[in-house]
T-cell receptor, first 114, second 111 residues
Framework: DAGVIQSPRHEVTEMGQEVTLRCKPI?????LFWYRQTMMRGLELLIY????????DSGMPEDRFSAKMPNASFSTLKIQPSEPRDSAVYFC????????????FGNGTRLTVT | QQQVKQSPQSLIVQKGGIPIINCAYE??????FPWYQQFPGKGPALLIA?????SEKKEGRFTISFNKSAKQFSLHIMDSQPGDSATYFC??????????FGQGTRLTINP
């Protein structure tokens, strides 16, 4: 079991640039979640998918953020244009669909926007 | 809007002590309460979870106590070890699968 794989591990970019974060969920998991972690706000759910379909994107902060899941084994979170306040650690997590199915988190992407 | 309130923010305990982390919630639709453990540079990992129909659950040295009427739950770590030093998050989920996290507690166990 390779776990949830996120890339890149670190991303440093300048304000205004486009940033794309990538996630490969655990095989067989049909729910995928994007979280953002900051010291001030903790872990915030941005969006989640069931069977590749976005279910709830109410946590996406602005139109600058978008997420896609073109197939069961890949998802992206894009920020365009990026701003310094987007600096955070972004986590992807996956789970089987079910009441008590635990979330399995990747190791995150640390994004720094200068 | 903080749906799950966690305290304390940080906690320092001597080895062998029993750290206790507390969480409170308002939404009575929550029906699943997990605790996650996070080490530096890693994602959170499930530690233990409870449903509101039981008042206590133990897994090894970790115990969740749940008070449904008070809408509170807590994590106790028995015989704490330096390797338990990590950030701990309580969380709550309703039937819609959304997991809402507390702010986290940075726990340090001194040797």
């Amino acid at each position: 079991d390779a776990g949830v794989i996120q890339s890149p591990r670190h991303e440093v970019t300048e304000m205004g640039q486009e940033v794309t974060l990538r996630c490969k969920p655990i095989s067989g998991h049909n729910s995928l979640f994007w979280y953002r972690q900051t010291m001030m706000r903790g872990l915030e759910l941005l969006i989640y998918f069931n069977n590749n379909v976005p279910i709830d994107d109410s946590g996406m902060p602005e139109d600058r953020f978008s997420a896609k899941m073109p197939n069961a084994s890949f998802s992206t979170l894009k920020i365009q244009p990026s701003e310094p306040r987007d600096s955070a650690v972004y986590f992807c997590a996956s789970s089987r669909q079910g009441r008590d199915s635990p979330l399995h988190f990747g190791n995150g992407t640390r994004l720094t926007v200068t | 809007q903080q749906q799950v309130k966690q305290s304390p923010q940080s906690l320092i305990v001597q080895k062998g002590g029993i750290p206790i982390i507390n969480c409170a919630y308002e939404n009575t639709a929550f029906d699943y309460f997990p605790w996650y453990q996070q080490f530096p540079g890693k994602g959170p990992a499930l530690l233990i979870a409870i449903r509101p129909d039981v008042s206590e659950k133990k897994e090894g040295r970790f115990t969740i106590s749940f008070n449904k009427s008070a809408k509170q739950f807590s994590l106790h770590i028995m015989d704490s070890q330096p390797g338990d030093s990590a950030t701990y998050f309580c969380a709550a989920r309703d039937g819609a699968q959304k997991l809402v996290f507390g702010q986290g507690t940075r726990l340090t166990i001194n040797p």
